[in-house]
């Protein structure tokens, strides 16, 4: 298992602006480094072909960075591993992860890496258009995908726990386009670049599925296992060196580099 070993904390007390507490750091034993996880195939956020590893990645990396942390190595793995191997501390870290009733009772959960809005998307022959997700007649017995571990957002999260819809696995999302085209699923979720990228692994024109109103907000996190031994150390380390980063014209030129529109949202409770 890999062992978190703490961080200089001389080099806290030079940074401009507090960090942490004394009481946060007075534990921790010399030189903080952390070991990540990730999964591919989620543009333009996380993915192997993409510059840096795709945005999040990037952004991960140089939030740790500028907390003083040191990123011994990022994994990527399938999706479902990822989420084994941090609720087991076999690695410090994962990311993106988006906040569950269920997750929150594994994990410890940073502020937000990134914001953005996924849209339904339908196959255009279904002859099915989803025009408001609060009306019971367009929502009626709709049958909706997600890749397995791909957690439902809370509007989605609702109508499932209200019997109003059913859900369909699938193993990536390619899978629920896949059903999406040959009528085995009625909508599936997903962002532009994921959908886009989705659509061309299929080999079908772009002009086959359709983009409705319905929309989920997702805002994804960096995680550690509560059962970490120094994971509100990690949570906090991160959550500082993030805010750092944010503020950088190197951040500024990733959002513009990514084509990143949603700037993160920090609530007062983040």
């Known amino acids: 298992m ?3 070993r703490g961080m200089i904390v001389f080099l806290l007390l030079c940074m401009a602006g507090p960090v942490w507490g004394q009481d946060q750091t007075q534990n921790w034993d010399h030189d903080l480094h952390v070991s990540l996880a990730t999964g591919d195939d989620y543009p333009p ?8 590893g795709g945005f999040a990645t990037r952004v991960v990396m140089r939030a740790f960075q500028s907390a003083g942390v040191q990123v011994d190595s990022v994994i990527w793995r399938p ?3 990822v989420g084994v191997l941090t609720q087991e501390s076999q690695v410090d870290a994962a990311f993106p992860y988006i906040v569950t009733p269920e997750r929150a009772e594994q994990y410890l959960f940073s502020k937000p890496i990134f914001r953005k809005i996924d849209s339904g998307w339908q196959w255009s022959g279904s002859g099915r258009r989803i025009v408001d997700l609060n009306d019971p007649k367009a929502v009626e017995g709709l049958t909706f995908c997600l890749p397995f ?4 957002p809370d509007s989605i999260r609702k109508l499932l726990l209200e019997n109003r819809i059913t859900l369909q696995r699938a193993a990536d999302l390619v899978g629920c386009f896949s059903m999406l085209h040959v009528g085995r699923v009625d909508v599936t979720l997903a962002g532009r670049d994921q959908a886009a990228e989705s659509i061309a692994e299929i080999g079908v024109p772009r002009d086959e599925f359709l983009r409705s109103n319905l929309t989920a907000e997702i805002e994804g996190r960096l995680i550690v296992s509560k059962d970490h031994p120094h994971g509100p150390e990690i949570i906090a380390a991160f959550n500082a060196g993030l805010e750092r980063f944010e503020a950088t014209t190197e951040y500024a030129k990733l959002m513009v580099e990514f084509r990143i529109t949603e700037a993160p949202f920090h609530s007062d409770t983040d």
């Not at 956020?45 to 840096?52: G, M, Q, S, V």
């Open 2 to 4: 890999k062992l978190f």
């Open 45 to 52: 956020f996380t993915d192997e072909r993409l510059p840096y």
């Open 79 to 81: 999706w479902n591993r």
């Open 149 to 152: 571990d791909f957690a439902a």
